[in-house]
């Protein structure tokens, strides 16, 4: 493994402390880095890693939290670059998802040692992403999810913001229609919120569903209505299984394809970030990414 590139968010919750540690750690399990870039301006992440890209640097490895992957993966995705993570953000979703250790020293160990799985993405338009996509609560929670209050309370900041966002949010009518015909289009007088998930967790370690995954080629959906308070409490007991898509105010569907409008238009909140408004499709790109990760990780099949 020679010619790597370390880019590390250094305005990630655990960034700046990381980076010369990362450099120590990997350099003594053998593996060549090439460039290395501590990133104090989390802006310049894209142009960071597209140009390592170009210039032939492989794998990737890319130190920060679930948005450094996020914005990351457009210029990764079905081109044969690798990524190597260190989870060193505040949720680490896509980290918990395939099973990458948060120890810094275990995830270093991981990308020197590791195996190469593919896993999906999910699409918003032309948007890729990670873990979910949503309207409505999701993106309250986000308005209201400040650095401080993540770096204070670390992934406590996540349930915080949407308790503060439900407090304010204003129910929206919406429709869901589906491409490949896989379901019947559903309309919604006052909807909370619509997600759109593609990995296994989210907002800190709760589940998008039971039995997703992220090589599945499916994405998971969920429309939660504006129901009674009672069950509106019984979703929030059961976020960090997945069990609350079994709420009778809760619609889950299943799907590589799922069409999104709403009333009135609303932006959408993909992986932490405000880049997309409704309408919009949301699909799966397939086998989209490489990752190293544990030689004992199962969350993805398809090991290359």
Partial sequence: MTGAALIVNARSRTGEKAFEEASRLLDSLGVEIGV???LHDPTRLTETVREA???GHDPIILGGGDGSVSSAVDFLAHNGVTLGLLPLGTANDFARTLEIP???EAACETIARGKVVDVDLGLVGDNLYVNVASVGLGVEATRSLSPRLKKSIGPLAYPVAAIQAFIKHEPFTGRLSFPDGDHEPVDY??????AVGNGRFYGG???VAPGSGIDDQILDVYAIKLGRRRDLLGIARYLKSGDFVRNESVDHFRTSRVLLETEPELQINVDGELVATTPEEFSVAANALHVIVPQTSTAARYDK
């Fill in 36 to 38: 290395s870039y501590a």
């Fill in 205 to 207: 370690g709760m589940v």
């Fill in 102 to 104: 948060s120890s810094l």
């Fill in 53 to 55: 890209v170009s210039e």
């Fill in 189 to 194: 007088g006052r909807l909370l919120q619509v």
